[in-house]
């Protein structure tokens, strides 16, 4: 069963603009990441964060987690045509050892 | 590329057939995940082996297996196949650590397609 929810599920911006996604869970987390994957592809980690930090930023990403309400959120600043994608978010359940994914929210970012 | 290798690219195979997909991790890496990625499911984790034991078990039918090998590249093993089983299969491997899963890093993944 699927651990995480992406919000929303489908994302429209022009090219420069901000795109912020949500992910919500329902279980204790070890971390929590969120992985970017392009059509039919491979998914590509982008970022890690612990359940004991808060914010996390990498390039022109910048990750945030409330552990109190159990939710994340993934934002892209400066988007570009290139980061069209969907992005899902993944949570490492405490005291488990696998990884559920959420549903993917699905990014397009218009020339 | 992730490093993650995986064979072949597509399949297409009757009902009812048994396939084999096979996935080499990174260098180094000691997991291997497979994970299930279809339209209506989404991304679903199937198995995890940690250096030839299995040590996660997900949403895997009775009818898929898989198994980690001593040189640590993984087979995921799926029989009387159905319709349904059509998707994408994807393998991830990790490198070894603490206790929790870090970074997994994706192979391009299997296209299963069964007619």
């Known amino acids: 069963s699927q651990q995480g929810e992406e919000d929303p599920q489908a994302l429209s911006i022009q090219e420069g603009e901000n795109a912020t996604m949500n992910c919500s869970y329902k279980?204790?987390?070890?971390?929590l990441q969120w992985y970017r994957q392009n059509s039919g592809r491979g998914l590509v980690h982008l970022i890690l964060i612990r359940s004991n930090e808060r914010e996390k930023h990498s390039g022109r990403l910048r990750v945030t987690l409330d552990t109190s309400k159990k939710s994340s959120s993934l934002l892209i600043t400066a988007s570009r045509a290139a980061d069209t994608a969907s992005y899902f978010c993944a949570t490492d359940v405490y005291n488990n050892n696998d990884m559920r994914f959420g549903a993917g929210t699905r990014l397009t970012v218009k020339p | 590329d992730s490093g993650v290798t995986q064979t072949p690219k597509h399949l297409i195979t009757a009902t009812g057939q048994r396939v084999t997909l096979r996935c080499s991790p990174r260098?180094?890496?000691?997991?291997v995940y497979w994970y299930q990625q279809s339209l209506d499911q989404g991304l679903q984790f199937l198995i995890q082996?940690?250096?030839?034991?299995?040590?996660a078990k997900g949403n895997i039918l009775e009818r898929f297996s898989a198994q980690q090998f001593p040189d640590l590249h993984s087979e995921l093993n799926l029989s009387s196949l159905e319709l349904g089983d059509s998707a994408l299969y994807f393998c991830?491997?990790?490198?070894?650590?603490?206790?929790?899963?870090?970074?997994?890093?994706f192979g391009p993944g299997t296209r299963l397609t069964v007619l």
């Open positions: 279980t204790s987390i070890n971390n």
């Open positions: 082996y940690y250096n030839g034991e299995e040590r």
């Open positions: 260098s180094g890496d000691l997991s």
């Open positions: 991830a491997s990790s490198p070894p650590g603490g206790p929790s899963t870090d970074t997994q890093y």
